[in-house]
């Protein structure tokens, strides 16, 4: 019992000297350890980091360098000096980290995936299909409705519904053909490793299907907003009627800048990553305002998007309200020109990261989250059972893995359009 004791307190003495001994040198960025030895600010990081990150900055600056359960972090916000972190592979690695987290959630190992056509040996392809059924009766989807008759009735429309795959009848035919885009989703994921395919499922279920719930709540409690892509979308229903062979999807077949507007403002509000890099190599960090940082090996490197650009009052005009034409110009085209103290910026908004290392599924899950929300508005009539409800909250320990999670649900009504039902 003594013995334990004594070791006990020789590991937090230890812990507490190692703690000590960090001391910020000379041209390295300020440092905050918080007041828990090794703990740092791990409690407040983990609760809310967008609003940990937000006192930081006004605390210290666009860079800091704070204490998060024995790893020290470089919190880099200013947007014009991220290229310095981004386009840097040599003293700068995002690889390990990133196999790390893939081989605990799903333990798998990312440079032996080879993927397969399925049609040399047809068992990887029947053995993803049983996966991909089992998958959609039970998966929690973002947007989920009731299988009912024609009629007006009462939905929730929620974050943590199940979806029911039931026969294709009148009432359920665009619920069927969501459970089919589902199923088409998960077979583009045709990998030797099952696991592999829970990486395709955990991103739908972390970001995509969020988006498209995110999305389509800020339509309906945005009237105007709604009404702007209801008539987009009527006019290029207007013109596929008129030709021979119309397209099968509207939305590839013409451009719809007012979508496009009101999704990129979706993720601005809503999309939370994290850009995280260890430092390999000690490294002189050069800002866009001339001034020079230096990192230390073993270190780690965090750019949060959300907080800045997305969220800067400076780059975007009241930042916290949702405005579904902030991505566009007058002449309805599209906004790509913001600016930062008269200087333009290369990164206004980073839903989907940057660089090398963007996500590799952007135009895919891009063209999904549209297709959701195209099918609904083109294929159910809508509208919100309160007039002046709110969308919910969102949940804050989600800030930093993507895509945010609403803490609530919005209840609606629905029904089937009739065939000559307009928009």
């Known amino acids: 019992m003594l013995w334990t004791i004594f070791l006990l307190l020789n590991g937090l003495l230890i812990l507490v000297l190692l703690y000590s001994t960090r001391r910020r040198q000379k041209n390295e960025p300020p440092l905050d350890k918080g007041l828990i030895p090794w703990l740092g600010h791990a409690l407040e990081f983990g609760k809310d980091a967008a609003k940990f990150l937000a006192r930081m900055k006004e605390k210290h600056g666009d860079i800091f360098t704070v204490c998060v359960a024995g790893h020290y972090v470089t919190v880099l916000l200013d947007p014009n000096s991220?290229?310095?972190?981004?386009?840097?592979?040599?003293?700068?690695?995002?690889?390990?980290?990133?196999?790390?987290?893939?081989?605990?959630?799903?333990?798998?190992?990312?440079?032996?995936?080879?993927?397969?056509?399925?049609?040399?040996t047809g068992a990887p392809l029947q053995r993803i299909q049983g996966l991909d059924v089992k998958l959609v009766r039970s998966a929690r989807v973002n947007m989920a409705f009731t299988c009912v008759s024609g009629r007006l009735r009462y939905c929730r429309v929620k974050y943590n519904s199940r979806i029911s795959l039931k026969p294709p009848t009148t009432s359920s035919r665009v619920l069927h053909q969501l459970a089919v885009s589902v199923i088409t989703y998960m077979q583009f994921f045709m990998l030797e490793d099952v696991s592999a395919c829970l990486v395709g499922c955990f991103s739908f279920q972390c970001n995509a299907g969020p988006a498209a719930f995110w999305l389509l709540g800020f339509l309906l409690t945005h009237p105007e907003a709604m009404e702007a892509v209801k008539s987009e979308i009527r006019c290029l229903t207007l013109q596929d009627t008129s030709l021979q062979h119309p397209p099968i999807n509207p939305l590839e077949a013409h451009s719809t800048p007012v979508f496009d507007s009101v999704l990129s403002e979706t993720l601005r509000l809503t999309a939370a990553v994290m850009i995280n890099r260890e430092v390999v190599q000690d490294k002189i960090l050069r800002m866009a305002n001339g001034k020079e940082y230096h990192l230390r090996q073993g270190d780690r490197v965090c750019l949060f998007p959300f907080l800045s650009p997305q969220m800067d009052p400076e780059i975007h005009q009241d930042p916290q309200i949702f405005k579904y034409d902030r991505f566009l110009n007058e002449d309805i085209t599209v906004k790509d020109k913001f600016y930062k103290k008269e200087k333009r910026l290369k990164y206004y908004t980073l839903p989907w990261g940057a660089g090398k290392n963007i996500c590799v599924g952007k135009e895919f899950a891009v063209t999904a989250i549209k297709q959701f929300v195209f099918l609904l508005l083109t294929h159910l009539d809508m509208e919100m059972c309160d007039p002046e409800a709110k969308l919910p909250p969102v949940n804050p320990s989600r800030y930093g893995f993507g895509m945010l999670q609403p803490d609530g649900d919005l209840q609606v009504r629905y029904r089937l359009k009739m065939p000559q039902h307009k928009m």
């Open 82 to 120: 991220f290229d310095a972190i981004i386009n840097d592979t040599v003293f700068l690695d995002f690889t390990r980290a990133r196999n790390q987290l893939l081989k605990r959630i799903f333990s798998l190992q990312l440079p032996s995936i080879k993927p397969t056509s399925g049609t040399e």
